[in-house]
């Protein structure tokens, strides 16, 4: 069968290699799916967005990938930098719901 | 420049007294959000408004009031019936029920 990766509540990665953040959700009927980046004592920030007729979408460094098949959403950061240190959410939102609900956090260090 | 403002960014308060948290928006959104989030952990949704005069509660209402009398404000009530109210308050807006969430700095409840 197809491997899924496992949510991690940590990640330490070594700068110029690429990470991977995986998130499991709930909810089949949602259909959009966002990933935030939080620093230490700050709000969350938008990174990228995914609907569900979509299964891949691409940013600057950052992809998004979505299997609606085992619900299960990563990011992937290429050339991770030291500025990429943060906690890492996921959120799954559908248009009944008026409500975002996030995932538990991964946090990832870069290490020089 | 557009955004949520929140304050305070720190405040601290002694137990038996109900504290207010205020948010403000310039982003003309229609939707706005609190969060909680305790160390190390993700986002709980306390309440969130839709429209001007209406709100709905969240997964965790208990113990908080909220008003949106103006679509800009939606200032939350921390109310001495909460048990627990230490804690990080993330609030939010959104131009539509499925979009992306612009959060605020967050107000920092310290219960002394």
């Known amino acids: 069968g197809e491997s899924v990766g496992l949510h991690l509540p940590t990640l330490s990665v070594q700068e110029g290699d690429n990470s991977i953040i995986n998130c499991a959700y709930s909810?089949?009927?949602?259909?959009?799916f966002i990933w935030y980046k939080q620093e230490s004592g700050k709000g969350p920030q938008f990174i990228i967005d995914?609907?569900?007729?979509?299964d891949k979408r691409q940013g600057q460094r950052v992809t998004v990938l979505l299997n609606k098949t085992v619900k299960h959403l990563s990011l992937q950061i290429a050339a991770t930098q030291p500025g990429d240190s943060a906690v890492y959410f996921c959120?799954?939102?559908?248009?009944?719901?008026?409500?975002?609900?996030f995932g538990d956090g991964t946090t990832l260090t870069v290490k020089p | 420049d557009g955004g949520i403002t929140q304050s305070p960014k720190y405040l601290f308060r002694k137990e038996g007294q109900n504290v207010t948290l205020s948010c403000e928006q310039n982003l003309n959104h229609d939707a706005m959000y609190w969060y909680r989030q305790d160390p190390g952990q993700g986002l709980r949704l306390i309440y969130y408004?839709?429209?001007?005069?209406?709100?709905q509660k969240g997964d965790i209402a208990e113990g908080y009031s909220v008003s949106r009398e103006k679509k800009e404000s939606f200032p939350l009530t921390v109310t001495s019936a909460q048990q627990n109210p230490t804690a990080f308050y993330l609030c939010a807006s959104s131009i539509a029920v499925t979009g992306e969430l612009f959060f605020g700095e967050g107000s920092r409840l310290t219960v002394l």
């Open positions: 959120a799954e939102n559908h248009a009944n719901a008026g409500k975002s609900t």
């Open positions: 995914i609907r569900s007729n979509m």
């Open positions: 909810n089949s009927a949602s259909d959009y």
């Open positions: 408004s839709q429209i001007v005069n209406d709100f």
